[in-house]
């Protein structure tokens, strides 16, 4: 049965963390962040994101502007850029080592051990995407509640919400963490399957030496 499940558990794996990945690289990139909604105007959403603001109206549609420099930008979003390329640099090339890693992949059939560390490598490599990918967004939250909640800020000020970038980033990093840890129990299943082959066989080898000392005469 550990066999059967182990490509399995593979795919599974494999698949779950490009979803994590491909999900990684839209928050990177959308630029819902951050929500902001003017009771003034109700008309106008503002929406601000890693790279640019936008501002949705809902007879001209979005128009957005690229933040001028990179050093003007408040600390969690500047460190959330650097966080989520590395984020997507570690998760892709964990994709590659993993897929190299496949038992269904006939390229190293008979490079076993070589195979189970790309395996490994590849699901480190998800799970450092992973936690890369959870940590700027947690943080953006963070800072958006703080500033929510702020009382020195007075109320007639519009205050910034979660956008849906934020639970996009969260889902990524957990499709990641687990697509690694699929890939990882897959490795651990392996190691003790030889050994318990092994038993079998032994075991299989004694009981047919004592039906041949039972039949000679």
């Known amino acids: 049965m550990a066999l059967v499940y182990q490509p399995v558990m593979q795919l599974s794996?494999?698949?779950?963390?490009?979803?994590?990945?491909?999900?990684?690289?839209?928050?990177?990139?959308?630029?819902?962040?951050?929500?902001?909604n003017l009771e003034l105007n109700e008309l106008e959403i503002w929406t601000m994101g890693l790279w640019q603001a936008c501002v949705v109206q809902e007879e001209g549609g979005m128009q957005c502007k690229d933040f001028d420099s990179f050093l003007a930008l408040p600390p969690e979003l500047r460190i959330s850029r650097i966080l989520m390329f590395f984020s997507n640099g570690s998760g892709l090339l964990g994709?590659?080592?993993?897929?190299?890693?496949?038992?269904?992949?006939?390229?190293?059939?008979?490079?076993?051990?070589?195979?189970?560390?790309?395996?490994?490598?590849?699901?480190?490599?998800?799970?450092?995407?992973?936690?890369?990918?959870?940590?700027?967004?947690?943080?953006?939250a963070h800072s958006t509640v703080q500033e929510f909640w702020d009382e020195n800020i007075p109320d007639i000020v519009p205050r910034?919400?979660?956008?849906?970038?934020?639970?996009?980033?969260?889902?990524?990093?957990?499709?990641?963490?687990?697509?690694?840890?699929?890939?990882?129990?897959?490795?651990?299943?392996a190691e003790g399957h030889p050994s318990s082959v092994h038993y079998a066989v032994a075991e299989q080898q004694d009981q047919c030496q004592r039906l041949e000392t039972e039949t000679r005469p």
């Open 13 to 36: 794996g494999i698949l779950v963390s490009l979803l994590g990945w491909v999900l990684s690289c839209l928050t990177t990139y959308l630029p819902q962040w951050k929500n902001l």
């Open 95 to 140: 994709l590659l080592l993993s897929g190299f890693g496949l038992d269904c992949l006939k390229i190293g059939e008979r490079q076993q051990e070589q195979k189970k560390r790309l395996l490994l490598f590849g699901g480190m490599l998800f799970w450092i995407s992973g936690i890369t990918a959870i940590v700027p967004v947690s943080w953006v």
């Open 160 to 189: 910034w919400d979660f956008g849906e970038a934020l639970f996009v980033g969260w889902l990524a990093g957990f499709c990641l963490i687990l697509g690694g840890s699929l890939l990882n129990c897959t490795i651990c299943s």
